[in-house]
Structures are given as C-alpha cells and as structure tokens.
C-alpha cells in the first residue's frame, strides 16, 4: 500500500534542519516557539498556522504509524525534507518523538530538550490536553471535518498512543515521560544537546543556538487558562463553521414557516 508521502513531488528544502526542540507537549514548546522566531528561525509547532493543516496531520500521523507502528516503511529524510517543507526548527507533538531519527538523519542540527518535573507536566496535560481529547462534542465533530478536527486528533492521539498507550490517567504516564527524557539524554551526541527547563530564559538558549541575547523578556505564553481559551475559541469557530451551510439552507424554511404560522394566526 502507497504512503502519503509518496505521492508528494520530488522537494529540495531551501533552508537546512537546523534544530529539533525534543520535550514532550506542555514543557515550554509554545514560548519556545515565539522566542525562535525572535530569533530568526522558522519553526513548527502545533500552534503555527498553517494553510493545509489536513496534510501535514496526516503525514505526521502516517509517519507514527510506519515507525512505531509497523504501518509502512518508515520515512528517511526525503520524507522529512517533504513533511517540514520551509521550516528549520521543530517542536512539540509529533516531531519530538522522532528525536533519534532527526538526531541520526540531519547530523548538523542541535538537539533542545525542554522538560519540567513529571508531576506538574501530568498535571499540565490534565488541565490542557486531556480534556480536549475527550471533549464528547469534538469525539462527534471529527468524523465531519476531515480538513483540521479528524486530522488533528487522530495526529494527537496517534502521538499519546506512541508515547502512553493513551492510557492518559494512569500514573506510569509520568514514568513514560521521564523514560522519554532519559533516552534524548543518553542517546544524543553532548555537543549538539541542551536542556532547557522551564524558566531559564534566554541565556541558556542563546549561548546553545550561538545568537546575541534579545533585548526584551523572554516569551511566556500557553499556560492552562490561555490553552483552554484558545481551544475554546478555535471549537467555536469551527462548529460555526460547519453550520453555515447548513444554516443557509434551513433557516429560510424556518423562517418562511414562521411567517406562514403568523399569517394564518
């Protein structure tokens, strides 16, 4: 059977892997996104917007299932080079779990690790991510927005499946997001690897990536309020979204038999 990837045209990125940002979801991704862009890279993350947001989740998806799952054969790095297209950088789910293969296949590019105690990271995907997986509307929705919901949930399910078995509540979870970390620090070359805690700001960061400090504070964007707000607004605006055609056809009958009740009242 063919794979997404394939049916893609030969690609020849313009600008080389330069970083892989290999922390787990809720470590700090989110700012670390706005502070890369701050400092001249182009990276991607769950949040960058995106004009085709079905094809990339469903190659990033299709490569989870040929690597962890046995789905096909797993993507090399002219597959890569196709999924990232222009960006340099990479974060967050689902390209962290891919640190080994960045790692072996764009031996130039560093390597960050964020990472934050394993409690308050469970504690973090249980305020955040969690709750949005299993949101009983969006469990119904996906099945008829194949352009951003179904392939952005069944990304991040494919994911957590890779990385807990999506046994969300259990508490090994926290042990499997330490094991993660434990297999980046031991499997990645020390000269192209930092690991960046939450709150430590640009120092670090800059010393590692060899770039002037910026002479403004440190991004700090994403936590639990700001995650449910935006999830919010984005459910809102994509079950608007999927009523309008609906609603074009339907509220004229609706209003032309209230008027019809009126006049024969």
Same mark, same amino acid.
């Given at each position: ?38 400092? &001249? ?27 962890? =799952? ?31 293969? =960045? ?95 939450? &709150? ?14 910026? &002479? ?24 608007? &979204? ?24």
């Amino acid at each position: 059977m063919g794979r997404l990837i394939d049916k893609e045209p030969p690609y020849e990125p313009e600008t080389p892997l330069r970083l892989v940002v290999v922390g787990l979801s809720r470590t700090g991704t989110a700012s670390l996104y706005l502070a890369l862009k701050e400092l &001249g890279y182009t990276p991607w993350h769950m949040c960058e917007p995106i004009d085709d947001p079905s094809r990339m989740y469903n190659q990033w998806t299709e490569a989870m299932n040929c690597r962890f =799952f046995g789905g096909n054969r797993p993507y090399n790095r002219k597959d890569f080079d196709k999924l990232r297209g222009p960006y340099d950088a990479l974060l967050d789910i689902p390209a962290c779990l891919f640190w080994d293969d =960045f790692h072996k296949l764009y031996p130039d590019a560093k390597i960050i690790l964020t990472t934050r105690s394993a409690d308050s990271w469970f504690k973090s995907i249980h305020g955040t991510i969690v709750p949005w997986l299993e949101k009983p509307l969006l469990k119904v929705l996906q099945y008829f927005d194949s352009q951003r919901l179904g392939p952005e949930m069944r990304m991040v399910r494919t994911a957590y499946k890779v990385i807990c078995n999506n046994d969300y509540h259990s508490p090994e979870t926290m042990d499997r997001f330490l094991q993660h970390n434990d297999r980046v620090r031991n499997g990645v070359d020390p000269d192209r690897f930092l690991e960046l805690r939450l &709150g430590d700001g640009w120092e670090p960061l800059c010393a590692f990536l060899d770039v002037p400090v910026p &002479g403004k504070p440190y991004p700090r964007v994403n936590n639990t309020n700001e995650f449910n707000q935006g999830a919010e607004e984005a459910d809102a605006a994509m079950l608007t &979204g999927m009523l309008k055609p609906w609603l074009a056809v339907f509220l004229p009958v609706i209003v032309a038999g209230l008027w019809y009740c009126f006049l024969k009242s």
